[in-house]
């Protein structure tokens, strides 16, 4: 079991630059996640995806966030123009049907110049 | 508003003992409280979960301890070794563990051999 998957590991931009985060879930999991983390703020929940549906997006922070799920294997979370203040390490998370548990990916480390 | 409040910051323990980090919460409607515990480079895993009809669950070295009427859960760590230096995070969410995990702000826990 390859667990959830992103890429990629480390990105660094410069301002007004286009980011694009990518996601995997695991195989049969339907729900996903994207989690922002900053020493500040902590672990912040931005978009939920239910059957490739968004479910929730009251965490995204502003229009320039904004975030995909094609199909069952994929989800991207694309930020347009990022800013300095983006600069964090994004999590994708899923979970399978009615199951308790949200397993995490390893992150994705941006850092914008 | 931040709706669970985690102490403390950091946490030094020695080899052998008891850790234990709190959380507060301020909505009632909640009804599921997991802590997660990351490791450095890695994605928050599940470690343990409570639901409030019981005040007690314990899983091997790990035991959470609810008290519903003062809105607080806290996790124990007894015996606690090197390995488990790691930062830890409480959470909370409505809707049983279905709903979306509101985070505290994390614990970084560190066992001294």
């Known amino acids: 079991d390859a667990g959830v998957i992103q890429s990629p590991r480390h990105e660094v931009t410069e301002m007004g630059q286009e980011v694009t985060l990518r996601c995997k879930p695991i195989?049969?999991?339907?729900?996903l996640f994207w989690y922002r983390q900053t020493m500040m703020r902590g672990l912040e929940l931005l978009i939920y995806?239910?059957?490739?549906?968004?479910?929730?997006d009251s965490g995204m922070p502003e229009d320039r966030f904004s975030a995909k799920m094609p199909n069952a294997s994929f989800s991207t979370l694309k930020i347009q123009p990022s800013e300095p203040r983006d600069s964090a390490v994004y999590f994708c998370?899923?979970?399978?049907?009615?199951?308790?548990?949200?397993?995490f990916g390893p992150g994705t480390r941006l850092t914008v110049l | 508003q931040q709706q669970v409040k985690q102490s403390p910051q950091s946490l030094i323990v020695q080899k052998g003992g008891i850790s234990i980090i709190n959380c507060a919460y301020e909505?009632?409607?909640?009804?599921?409280f997991p802590w997660y515990q990351q490791f450095p480079g890695k994605g928050p895993a599940l470690l343990i979960a409570i639901r409030p009809d019981v005040s007690e669950k314990k899983e091997g070295r790990f035991t959470i301890s609810f008290n519903k009427s003062a809105k607080q859960f806290s996790l124990h760590i007894m015996d606690s070794q090197p390995g488990d230096s790691a930062t830890y995070f409480c959470a909370a969410s409505k809707g049983g563990s279905q709903g979306n995990l509101i985070f505290g702000k994390g614990t970084k826990l560190s066992v001294k051999p």
């Open positions: 909505n009632t409607a909640f009804d599921y």
């Open positions: 195989s049969g999991h339907n729900s």
């Open positions: 995806f239910n059957n490739n549906v968004p479910i929730d």
């Open positions: 998370a899923s979970r399978f049907g009615g199951a308790d548990e949200q397993f």
